[in-house]
Each structure stands twice: as structure tokens, then as C-alpha cells.
């Protein structure tokens, strides 16, 4: 101690007694003391207590009759603990110095110093920790990672404050996560502004900290089967920080997910201490909590999990899928020209069983990622477990109307050159081609730029069409063009749902499946674009009648043989009459009006009390998250509601419990014209139409829709025109030219509503 204390003496140079170190300003023992107390107080909740002996030994001090004796006697106590001594001068300049603490961290865990601040000017203002070894890893280089191996948190929240007091000696508190073990070297520095640094004031320092290994605790993860799985793992200790450290990740762990995924056998690196872990893997299985203590012990620490499912649709041939996942861009953590492997994307869908993910390679990340496209499902696919690389028209060529999904393509960059400089700016033109090759496709988070501001379903507000969801969808919806084998096929396949505000994306649906044109829709999550906390958060679950197969998945969403879900609901086995959703032309023809007889298997899962689920249930449904079983609970019950849906409007309604049970639900609906039916839980999950056809004429269903569809191709037009490119003005003119005439024709063709 007496040596730590001659150092600081020569280091400060300061004319000062052996009672106060750091100068008279610090002679005052009642704040000092107080200060103390808080300091103690705080790192008995960091879970870096001070000793029994320690905190009696503070009070005693704070109490001392001798002032001189007392400032000593807290220093003394507090110095041994500080990794870094911190001076700021009159001039407000700082400078810093190691202190007396051992420079040990722990890999994959927190240690907690103090650090002490002789505060010569009196400053107030916050003193920030700063660490080029610490710095956020999104937007760097993967070169640039290694380096960044640590973490800086200094604790500001209560008893502590943010500013510093003013005070002449306080002492505040660093915690420094590592990533790795051995020893590493960091650069550490403080500020209180700027300024605050000069070359005679260095105000960093170099420490070289040695880092102990973590405890490899293995997993034992089971499915429902008791066969092998990848399942997710949230890991918090008593403090509720997340492990590993979200800031120094790498792949395949990802910075912006709470969870981690590992596979059977595999292991989580945890410091010496208890946990709460959260197991799931995904809205199909129970999750589950679970308390964890690793010892000191370097191994045989274990944790096994068999995981639970309390819905499985692929049993009765129901497959999940996610259309729109990106491996680079938004919230990943490389720079956005590179992003992560199909290894690490196979992780995050087998760990939320979601069996295809549709990884689609975009502007940002184009030149990097088009190399992984190979026209088929990526070779990283294990059984039942699909990944396959295909396009969102997104950062270029026709994507200021509307991004565009293009899923089973042959070939991935449009003639003409080799990356996406050259497509084209209308997006009628990007789906000609697509068509011809025989790509399934739809506008990607279709309700961006068709926000309205009510909660009617449908409205017949024009929005502004101002966005980059489905804008061009309204003009392309008319249009056929020609397929691979030479006959002309609807333009648009599919609408993306889930992932936008329910009334903007269903109501520009509605309107046209009103008008007669049967596109379908197909549930997205966006990630990590629109959601980044993980996989599958919008999804489809296609019916397929044999093993799965990407081909026929796709081919699952054109025809509309699946519904749309958040996966906390399911409508299974749909169907009006005799017809099963999206089986065949997916019509019911009828001769004269009559009633039809609507049934389907339904099951959904919801806490048995709202708890934190009413947050998002009493939320405006503009803000996320967007689906949500939770909005649909009735009150405060288990509650919710089936609807039945004739041309966009609920006809009937049945209440079931979201116990997890299947159930049957059945109506009996009447169709006067020749009209769409649908089922939907709203908003967690819709299901596609069947065409209740009747008298063979056409679905003509509202004036009202063929007229918001014919103001909406105008309103389009005003906002999408600048982007398009002079090459390409013929055709969109002649694109939105033809799409008013059907409109109109349309128009003429229906009855008043």
C-alpha cells in the first residue's frame, strides 16, 4: 500500500500531506465519506462486494473525529481496488496512471474496478471511459474485430451518477468485459469533455491485462424426439447482462440477437457464477427458464435440455418458411459489402425450426453475397432444414417502387452486366424477367408507404404511396406476362405480410382481391432489416404433399395452399365446401347463392394471463410488433377469435382458448355474388382465399375497391414517375395506362356496394 501510495505521490506531484494524497480539496470527510458509502453500496450490486471487514471499516472512517485520519483511512480501504488513477488539473486537462487493482479480467465475463478521480478543477461534467479496444464492432472490418476484444461499462445508475460530484476525491466504477483468454493490451483513456487533453496531459494509458479462462459449460439439446437439435439460448446473470457480451461477438453469435444458438454438444463459455438461460426454438415449442451455476471447476459442467413443442404442423404436412432473411446488411455487425456465411444463417433457422429460409442477397451486400448463389438450396441444408440464396430487388434498380422478392430464380443478376447497377427502374420490367425464368415472387414489407392514419379493415383512404412496400403493386397485379414456357402468368404471385402494419398491407389486398385478382400472401420477418431479434417472426406454412422440397415450397405460396402466421397461431386444413385452400384453381363453384360451409383446424398458444403481453396489446398497432397473438386476446381472458371473412369483412366469429389444444372451427357463411372467403385470427395469422365462384361469373366484389385501386394507380404514378429511368417512360406509362383501363373496366362490371 505504502508503495502505491508513493507512486501516486510522484505521480501527481503534488505538495501534499500523507493524509490526503491528492491535494487540500480533498480533506473534506463527510462528502468523501458519503461517497463511500455509495460506492459501496453499488458494487455490492454489481456483485463485486467490498469485505464485511471493508464496509465496517469505511463506516468507521466516515465517523472519525480527526478529519485528516478519516480522508486517509477511506482511501486506504477504496486504493487497492482502483485499475486506474484519473487527475484532472485546474485547467480541466486530465491524465491518467494504473492504480494499484491487478489488471485480471475474465474471458466471456465482467470484472469491476474503481477507478479514483483527484478532481482539482471541480469539474461536473461526466467523465467517460473510452477504449479503441472496445469500440462497437457494426460497420468495422473483419480485420479490424480482433482488436476489439473488450468492453467498457461504467456504472452511472443509482446510488452513482453520471456527472461527477465536484468533490476533490471520488471514486467511481468501471466494469471491462473479455472475449478471449491470455493476455491482451488496451488502451484506456477518460474525458470530461472537450479539451480536456493536451501532450503534456496524456489522458490514456497502455494496460496490459491478463485474461483468466472461462468454464466451458457443454450442452446436451434435445428435440421433442429425443434426437439431436440447435436450439436458443438467452444467458443473463443476477445483474440481467447478457453473455456472451452482445458488443464483442462473432459470428456465428450475431451483435444484435439476445440469444445464442448451439447444437447438441456444443458449449457456452461462462465465467464462475449463476445464471438465468432462456431455452426456446421458436414459436412452435415451449421455452423454458433455468437457473445455472458454474463453479470454478475448468470442466465436466453440464446443462441438458429436452425441449418441448406444443404445435407441430409438418406433422400434418405443414411447413414453415421465412421468405426474406438477409445474411449482410442493416443490423449485421460486418461491414454491409460482406456480412456472414450460409453456416451461420443454417444456425439461426435450424435454431428457431424454421425448416426454409429464403436468404436474399440485396444492394448493400450484392457484390460480396451473389457469389453463394448456386440456383439451388445451399449445400450447409440439413433435412428438414433448408437455406437457399436467391434476390430482393432492395438499394437499386426499381426498388423506389416497391423491393421486390424473387425466390427460385435460375439466374441471379439481370442481363447486362454483373451486379446491380444496371436493372431495370420499373418494376414491372425486374418481374418480366423473373417470370421467364420461373421465379415465384411479391412485394417485399408490402405496407411501407401505404400507411393510413385508421384502424378500419378494409378503408378506402388512398395513402400516399410513398414508400418501398407494395406501391408499383397496384399497376403490376393487372398485368400477365410470359412464363418459362411461353404462357402468359399472373405478374405477382404473392404479397408479404407480417412484417408492416396489419391494416396498411392487408387493406391494399383486400382491394384487389375484391377487384377479382387472386394474388396470395406469404409472412416475412425482414431480418435483420425490420426485425433483428431472430428468424421467422412472419412466416408461411405451406402444405405440400410429400417430402419437403424448396421447388414445391415455392410453388406452395404461388398457388396460396398455406396461411401467413407469427407462429403463436395456426389455421390448418382450410377449407370451403369440398375445396381445400389453394388446392387446384382453389374455387368453389356454385350455381346460385346459398350459404357455405367455412372449417379448418386451429390452434394457439398464449400465457394463461396477459402479464407483459398487454404492453403490445394495448400499443397502437403501427408499432411493433406488428403480429402479435397478444393483440388478439379478448380482455384479459385466453380468449381469442376465429373470424370469418367475405370480400375483407368479418361475417362471423368463433371464440377459442389459446390453451395450445387443435380444435375445430366451422362456419356457415352466405355468399350472394361471387366473392373470396378467408379465416383469420388478427392480427397472428390469416390464411389465403378460396374463390367462392358463383354462376361463373367473375369476383367483382366493390365499386368502392376497383375505385381506391384506379386512384391509387394515379396516386402511384405522381410519386414513382421521377424514378424512372428515360430508357424505361414508355413502358411504365404504358404499364400504368393499362392497369387504369382494368380498373375501370372493373369498375363497370361491379354491382353497388
Not at 453469435?253 to 447444437?263: I, M, N
Not at 429464403?358 to 460480396?368: E, S
Request: aromatic share 8%; with cysteine.
Amino acid at each position: 500500500m505504502q508503495r502505491v501510495l508513493r507512486f501516486t505521490l510522484g505521480l501527481y506531484s503534488l505538495a501534499i500531506g500523507a493524509s490526503c494524497i491528492f491535494g487540500a480539496r480533498a480533506a473534506d470527510l463527510q462528502p468523501l465519506g458519503a461517497q463511500a458509502a455509495r460506492v459501496a453500496e453499488a458494487l455490492d450490486h454489481l456483485g463485486a462486494p467490498l469485505t464485511a471487514e471493508e464496509r465496517n471499516e469505511l463506516a468507521a472512517a466516515a465517523k472519525s473525529p480527526d478529519v485528516a485520519t478519516g480522508v486517509e483511512k477511506i482511501q486506504q480501504i477504496l486504493d487497492p481496488h482502483c485499475l486506474l488513477l484519473v487527475n484532472i488539473n485546474p485547467e480541466s486537462r486530465v491524465k491518467i496512471a494504473r492504480g494499484g487493482a491487478p489488471a485480471e479480467l475474465v474471458e466471456q465475463g465482467w470484472r469491476t474496478f474503481l477507478v479514483k478521480v483527484a478532481n482539482e478543477a471541480g469539474v461536473t461534467a461526466e467523465l467517460k471511459a473510452q477504449s479503441p479496444n472496445a469500440g462497437p464492432l457494426p460497420g468495422t472490418r473483419k480485420e479490424q474485430i480482433a482488436d476489439r476484444w473488450m468492453d467498457l461499462a461504467p456504472y452511472t445508475a443509482q446510488p452513482m451518477a453520471a456527472p461527477l460530484s465536484g468533490l476533490g476525491i471520488e471514486y467511481r466504477i468501471l466494469s471491462i468485459w473479455a472475449r478471449e483468454p491470455g493476455q491482451r493490451e488496451a488502451k484506456l483513456s477518460f474525458t470530461v469533455g472537450q479539451g480536456t487533453q493536451d501532450l503534456g496531459f496524456r489522458n490514456d494509458l497502455d494496460v496490459l491485462f491478463t485474461v483468466k479462462p472461462a468454464v466451458d459449460v457443454k450442452l446436451g439439446v434435445l428435440d421433442e424426439n429425443g434426437k439431436p437439435a440447435t436450439a436458443s439460448f438467452i444467458v443473463r446473470d443476477a445483474l440481467g447482462r447478457i453473455y456472451p457480451s452482445r458488443a464483442k461477438r462473432l459470428a456465428p453469435d450475431l451483435a444484435f440477437e439476445s440469444q445464442v444458438y448451439r447444437r447438441d454438444g456444443e458449449t457456452l463459455k461462462l465465467p464462475p457464477g449463476g445464471y438465468t438461460i432462456e431455452v426456446g426454438r421458436g414459436p412452435e415449442y415451449l421455452g423454458e427458464r433455468r437457473d445455472l451455476t458454474v463453479s470454478e471447476a475448468p470442466a465436466g459442467q453440464r446443462m441438458d435440455v429436452a425441449l418441448r413443442r406444443w404445435v407441430d404442423p409438418a406433422k400434418l404436412g405443414w411447413y414453415s418458411g421465412d421468405h426474406h432473411i438477409h445474411a449482410a446488411g442493416c443490423a449485421h455487425y460486418t461491414q454491409p459489402s460482406e456480412g456472414v456465411l450460409a453456416a451461420d444463417m443454417i444456425r439461426q433457422t435450424s435454431g428457431e425450426d424454421l425448416k426454409v429460409g429464403c436468404n436474399l442477397t440485396w444492394g448493400p451486400c450484392f457484390d460480396f453475397q451473389k457469389q453463394f448463389f448456386t440456383g439451388a438450396i445451399d449445400k450447409v441444408s440439413v433435412y428438414p432444414y433448408l437455406l437457399r440464396y436467391d434476390i430482393e430487388v432492395s438499394g437499386f434498380g426499381s426498388h423506389q417502387s416497391g423491393h421486390l422478392v424473387l425466390l427460385r430464380l435460375k439466374q441471379e443478376i439481370y442481363p447486362g452486366g454483373t451486379s446491380d447497377l444496371h436493372w431495370p427502374t420499373l418494376c414491372l420490367n425486374t418481374l418480366r424477367w423473373a417470370k421467364k425464368q420461373g421465379a415465384v415472387c411479391g412485394p417485399a414489407h408490402s405496407g411501407w408507404g401505404l400507411e393510413v392514419n385508421t384502424t378500419d379493415l378494409p378503408n378506402y383512404v388512398v395513402p400516399k404511396f410513398s414508400g418501398i412496400g407494395a406501391n408499383e403493386y397496384v399497376v403490376d397485379v393487372t398485368h400477365e406476362l410470359e412464363g418459362p414456357d411461353g404462357k402468359n402468368i399472373p405478374a405477382v404471385d404473392f404479397m408479404s405480410v407480417v412484417d408492416t402494419p396489419y391494416v396498411w398491407e392487408l387493406n391494399m389486398w383486400y382491394q384487389t382481391l375484391n377487384c377479382g385478382y387472386r394474388t396470395r400472401i406469404s409472412g416475412e420477418t425482414d431480418f435483420p432489416c425490420i426485425y433483428g431479434e431472430r428468424v421467422g417472426m412472419g412466416r408461411s406454412y405451406v402444405k405440400l404433399h410429400g417430402p419437403l422440397d424448396f421447388d414445391a415450397w415455392c410453388d406452395g405460396i404461388r398457388a396460396g395452399r398455406c396461411y401467413a402466421s407469427d407462429g403463436y397461431s395456426h389455421l390448418i386444413e382450410f377449407r370451403a365446401g369440398d375445396v381445400a385452400v389453394g388446392e387446384g384453381a382453389s374455387e368453389l363453384r356454385r350455381d346460385k347463392p346459398g350459404p357455405v360451409h367455412l372449417s379448418a383446424k386451429v390452434a394457439a398458444l398464449l400465457p394463461e394471463t396477459a402479464g407483459a403481453g398487454a404492453a403490445i396489446k394495448n400499443q397502437p398497432y403501427a408499432q411493433k410488433p406488428y403480429w402479435s397473438l397478444e393483440r388478439a386476446r379478448n380482455g384479459t381472458s385466453r380468449e381469442v377469435n376465429v373470424e370469418a371473412i367475405v370480400n375483407g369483412y368479418p361475417v362471423a366469429h368463433q371464440a377459442i382458448t389459446a390453451d395450445g389444444s387443435m380444435q375445430n372451427v366451422s362456419f356457415d357463411v352466405n355468399v350472394e355474388r361471387s366473392s373470396w372467403v378467408a379465416l383469420r385470427i388478427l392480427p397472428s395469422s390469416h390464411t389465403n382465399p378460396v374463390f367462392v365462384i358463383v354462376g361463373d361469373k367473375p369476383v367483382r366484389a366493390s365499386r368502392r375497391s376497383a375505385e381506391w385501386c384506379l386512384k391509387g394507380v394515379d396516386q402511384c404514378w405522381s410519386q414513382k414517375q421521377r424514378f424512372i429511368a428515360p430508357g424505361e417512360m414508355g413502358d411504365a406509362k404504358a404499364a400504368y395506362d393499362h392497369a387504369r383501363e382494368a380498373y375501370r373496366k372493373i369498375f363497370s362490371e361491379c354491382e353497388a356496394d
